[in-house]
């Protein structure tokens, strides 16, 4: 499972957690998280999160 980090405050979207307070189950990969989703702590765009490189 990968890892996505917010290019605003660093908060990171992890695969294998999910974001359970958004309604997004563990295991959901971020290709199929709604698109309107956002940063709990921020509030940025899924399209400001970058793949984190192993």
Known sequence: ???F???YCAHVYDE???DPDSGIA???RFED???DWQCLECGALKSD???IEN
Do not use: H, Q, V
């Open 26 to 28: 563990p295991g959901t």
């Open 1 to 3: 499972m990968r890892k």
């Open 16 to 18: 294998a957690k999910g």
């Open 5 to 7: 980090r917010c290019t």
């Open 33 to 35: 998280i709604p698109d």
């Open 49 to 51: 999160y970058r793949l």
